[in-house]
């Protein structure tokens, strides 16, 4: 069953998922391994003119620093930052770590990037009756063995989870119960809802859905009829119901960014510029994540709406940001000069595989 139809219908097995999301990992890593650092505020990420801030410790956010901000922005709200080169091996060999404290608990972990994962915890490895305090158990071998701090959210299903585990950070836990769940859901701005950005929150709006009981409001069919198959899915989690499972070893299909302009553009190099940025974002997906991709997409939406795609695949998974950029540069190059202005630009990567399945393998015969 394809994964946006798993809500249907209310699932009659109560289940007891936990949604673990470490603090400002990448920053809290750096400021663990570095004491000067410790108490600052932090960037991890390149300073350089087109730098991305990858991550940024709880110092440097008060400020408004925030991931996938340019660090020219991030340098001119927090003059004193301190941008800290990116050490993925480092953050993929303490992701592994914590990994492991997640399988001493479940089998059923679905890792959505390097510092956070969903965990099915209705039985439990080590018989612990309680939910909340499974996750405690977790979060206090992780301050243990790492020294970082996590937080989590427990619920009955991912989407309150998800919810709950932003609603106590950083270093805190929250459950939202059955009981809760749907008073929960119903007093949520439509932008707090996962997995609702901002075009899809500003439709609601438009719409007159500001609130998670304006959506409850609405029948299945005007919520399809304006959001097509998605309109479902927020059909039932305005009803607190998510029927999804927590799915181990789990492989995104593609990984994508796009970015719409405040001022059209013709120029190759400026648009060159505006890529930077989306090949980070991309690029700092399949790091975190462990994977590589062989189909590299370029799209491209002009003034008057039209949009096209074009792609390129590669017979060997994209090993680097620089080959990522240097194949996405060549799709844009294939365009020039452009027959009229562009309103937004987009980077995707697809035919997605795990790290380990896109090494060459080879025999040695003996």
């Given at each position: 069953?394809?994964?946006?139809?798993?809500?249907?219908?209310?699932?009659?097995?109560?289940?007891?998922?936990?949604?673990?999301?470490?603090?400002?990992?990448?920053?809290?890593?750096?400021?663990?391994?570095?004491?000067?650092?410790?108490?600052?505020?932090?960037?991890?990420?390149?300073?350089?003119?087109?730098?991305v801030v990858a991550a940024a410790s709880y110092e440097a956010r008060k400020f408004g620093v925030r991931s996938a901000m340019p660090s020219v922005t991030a340098k001119r709200q927090c003059p004193d930052l301190i941008f800290v080169k990116p050490r993925f091996e480092v953050y993929k060999a303490v992701s592994l770590q914590i990994r492991e404290i997640f399988a001493e608990h479940t089998p059923i972990i679905e890792p959505l990037s390097l510092?956070?994962?969903?965990?099915?915890?209705?039985?439990?490895?080590?018989?612990?009756?309680?939910?909340?305090?499974?996750?405690?158990?977790?979060?206090?071998?992780?301050?243990?063995?790492?020294?970082?701090?996590?937080?989590?959210?427990?619920?009955?299903?991912?989407?309150?989870?998800?919810?709950?585990?932003?609603?106590?950070?950083?270093?805190?836990?929250?459950?939202?119960?059955?009981?809760?769940?749907?008073?929960?859901?119903?007093?949520?701005?439509?932008?707090?809802?996962?997995?609702?950005?901002?075009?899809?929150?500003?439709?609601?709006?438009?719409?007159?859905?500001?609130?998670?009981?304006?959506?409850?409001?609405?029948?299945?069919?005007?919520?399809?009829?304006?959001?097509?198959?998605?309109?479902?899915?927020?059909?039932?989690?305005?009803?607190?119901?998510?029927?999804?499972?927590?799915?181990?070893?789990?492989?995104?299909?593609?990984?994508?960014?796009?970015?719409?302009?405040?001022?059209?553009?013709?120029?190759?190099?400026?648009?060159?510029?505006?890529?930077?940025?989306?090949?980070?974002?991309?690029?700092?997906?399949?790091?975190?994540?462990?994977?590589?991709?062989?189909?590299?997409?370029?799209?491209?939406?002009?003034?008057?709406?039209?949009?096209?795609?074009?792609?390129?695949?590669?017979?060997?998974?994209?090993?680097?940001?620089?080959?990522?950029?240097?194949?996405?540069?060549?799709?844009?190059?294939?365009?020039?000069?452009?027959?009229?202005?562009?309103?937004?630009?987009?980077?995707?990567?697809?035919?997605?595989?795990?790290?380990?399945?896109?090494?060459?393998?080879?025999?040695?015969?003996?």
């Amino acid at each position: 069953m394809d994964e946006d139809d798993d809500h249907a219908e209310p699932s009659p097995r109560q289940r007891k998922i936990i949604h673990v999301d470490m603090d400002a990992f990448y920053a809290s890593v750096e400021q663990r391994d570095n004491p000067d650092l410790r108490g600052k505020p932090v960037a991890v990420g390149g300073s350089r003119e087109r730098g991305v801030v990858a991550a940024a410790s709880y110092e440097a956010r008060k400020f408004g620093v925030r991931s996938a901000m340019p660090s020219v922005t991030a340098k001119r709200q927090c003059p004193d930052l301190i941008f800290v080169k990116p050490r993925f091996e480092v953050y993929k060999a303490v992701s592994l770590q914590i990994r492991e404290i997640f399988a001493e608990h479940t089998p059923i972990i679905e890792p959505l990037s390097l510092d956070e994962a969903y965990l099915d915890v209705t039985e439990n490895l080590q018989g612990i009756p309680l939910a909340r305090d499974v996750a405690l158990a977790i979060r206090g071998k992780i301050k243990l063995e790492t020294g970082l701090n996590a937080s989590a959210g427990i619920a009955y299903n991912k989407f309150l989870a998800k919810l709950a585990s932003d609603h106590r950070k950083p270093n805190g836990q929250y459950v939202i119960t059955p009981e809760m769940g749907p008073a929960f859901v119903e007093s949520l701005p439509v932008d707090k809802f996962h997995g609702i950005g901002p075009a899809t929150s500003a439709k609601m709006n438009s719409l007159g859905l500001y609130t998670g009981l304006d959506m409850r409001n609405q029948s299945l069919e005007f919520m399809q009829a304006n959001f097509g198959k998605a309109g479902s899915y927020y059909y039932w989690i305005s009803r607190g119901i998510d029927n999804r499972e927590v799915r181990a070893n789990r492989i995104r299909k593609s990984v994508g960014a796009e970015n719409t302009f405040s001022t059209d553009l013709t120029d190759f190099d400026a648009m060159v510029v505006e890529l930077e940025p989306l090949i980070d974002k991309v690029w700092r997906h399949c790091e975190g994540a462990g994977n590589r991709g062989r189909r590299v997409t370029l799209k491209m939406k002009f003034d008057d709406f039209e949009i096209i795609t074009r792609s390129r695949s590669v017979s060997v998974a994209v090993s680097s940001r620089s080959d990522l950029e240097r194949l996405s540069v060549a799709l844009l190059q294939n365009e020039m000069p452009v027959q009229k202005p562009v309103r937004l630009l987009g980077i995707s990567l697809s035919s997605l595989q795990s790290e380990v399945q896109a090494e060459p393998q080879f025999n040695l015969a003996l």
